[in-house]
């Protein structure tokens, strides 16, 4: 709660900040009928004051809420005694330092508390009391010296507005920076696990093997556990899921989008989208209940009653979800460049005669259709990446088969199941989750750069 709370009382200094800067800019500008001898609004010099008495506390506020815990640990852990830590791995240190914050913060310990414990315990809570007061001290200090040194710069001929807007600049390009940076790591991390992967299975038998069996043996003698790493049912699964569901998706999701663009009323237009755009709202776990309990069950029996085999668990169930749950995606992607062919081409071929289908088929599709395909290829990227109705409703069996009345698995569905629980990370059977999303993630950036490629090279350029 310390944290939270002293945010808000920086925020507070910041107002406080603004309102004594406006009124220095109006009181050295010689009063309200004088600030146009000033160089910026007095807003700008209120701003600047601002952002001196918030700026350095914040960053100085987010450094100590980082790194107090980390230091405060380390200290207490170098406090104890050598018969506490002798003989311990440093997983078992992990769950020493663990068991004296929760003793320290009254949660529930996993080892008997003793004497050292219980002294390692107050120690942990006296310096975290100490850090407390040491950043309330610290970080209100900066705020009242940053606003100070604001203070003293606001005379007429200071130029407020150029540090303002320069300082905003900085501060967006660190948030962008922020960003891409962080999607830089994320790529990184699983390029290294991926190399760490591959190193132990070979690529030609995962992106070639027709097994997928990540199972390692933990003894010399344990039996079924020798481990397959074939990844060819998982690509099937996830590409025979993503046909049914865009073959659901696309159809109704384009017919929807054109029949709100160029048939429907207002007033129809006005009701239908938002409750078709209803659909993209709802939590992927509903749907996946959805198919799980009705659709998956209403494909059995109508497939018993054909006398088909129909798994209780299949890929046409997934894929009908999944379809639903992206029509609209597709249709409101397509409905927004549909509207965005310009009304002159549809009066012009009204006017040389053309009935409105034959505008629509003739005009306006062929117009759209770049942009259509480019949120199709998108559309294929989202059911690529879903894991939540796959796992409810196809199932997790690694089955070759273009079958979809049968149970299958795609690579989402497997990067979940090798990821929880307790595993150890420097197994194959963990590593192979990061092989399964390095690929995953080319697969996508693929598609979105071809659609990209797409929409850019044929989209018409319009007066």
Do not use: C
């Amino acid at each position: 709660m310390q944290s939270p709370v002293l945010l808000l009382v920086l925020l507070g200094v910041m107002a406080l900040a603004y309102r004594f800067g406006y009124k220095r800019a109006v009181s050295v500008a010689g009063g309200v009928e004088r600030i146009k001898t000033l160089h910026s609004l007095p807003g700008y010099y209120g701003f600047y004051a601002a952002l001196w008495a918030g700026l350095p506390a914040l960053l100085l506020l987010g450094f100590w809420v980082g790194f107090q815990d980390t230091v405060v640990t380390g200290l207490v852990a170098a406090a104890l005694p050598t018969e506490v830590t002798a003989g311990l791995s440093a997983g078992q240190l992990d769950l020493l330092r663990n068991d004296i914050e929760n003793l320290a913060t009254e949660n529930i310990v996993s080892v008997e508390v003793t004497p050292a414990l219980q002294a390692a315990a107050d120690h942990y809570a006296r310096l975290r009391g100490l850090a407390h007061l040491a950043m309330w001290s610290l970080v209100l200090a900066v705020a009242l010296g940053g606003f100070a040194i604001a203070r003293r710069r606001i005379h007429p001929r200071f130029r407020a507005r150029n540090g303002v807007e320069s300082t905003l600049m900085v501060v967006l390009v660190v948030f962008s920076s922020i960003a891409i940076l962080t999607t830089l790591g994320i790529l990184l991390s699983v390029i290294f696990e991926s190399l760490l992967f591959f190193r132990r299975v070979s690529v030609t038998e995962f992106f070639f093997g027709i097994e997928w069996s990540p199972q390692i043996a933990l003894r010399a003698d344990q039996v079924g556990a020798s481990g397959a790493f074939g990844a060819v049912p998982l690509f099937t699964g996830t590409l025979l899921v993503s046909l049914i569901a865009m073959a659901i998706a696309v159809p109704i999701g384009l017919m929807a989008a054109i029949y709100l663009s160029e048939y429907a009323t207002a007033r129809v237009r006005a009701i239908a989208k938002p409750v078709l755009e209803v659909l993209a709202g709802i939590p992927t776990v509903v749907y996946g209940f959805f198919a799980a309990l009705t659709v998956a069950p209403l494909i059995r029996d109508l497939g018993a009653s054909l006398g088909l085999a129909v798994a209780s668990e299949s890929a046409l169930a997934a894929g009908l979800v999944m379809g639903i749950m992206i029509i609209p995606f597709v249709s409101s992607l397509s409905d927004d460049v549909i509207n965005a062919v310009p009304q002159a081409m549809r009066d012009g071929s009204y006017a040389l005669g053309a009935t409105r289908s034959e505008t629509v088929k003739k005009v306006i599709f062929p117009a759209a259709l770049p942009g259509i395909v480019g949120g199709i290829l998108l559309a294929v990227s989202r059911a690529i990446g879903e894991t939540m109705i796959v796992v409810m409703a196809a199932g997790m069996s690694a089955n070759l088969t273009w079958n979809p009345l049968e149970a299958v698995t795609t690579v989402t569905v497997q990067i979940v199941t090798l990821l929880t629980g307790d595993q150890e990370f420097d197994s194959p059977k963990t590593l192979a989750a990061f092989a399964l999303g390095f690929t995953l993630f080319v697969v996508t950036l693929i598609l979105n750069v071809i659609a990209l490629h797409i929409v850019r090279k044929y989209r018409e350029q319009y007066e």
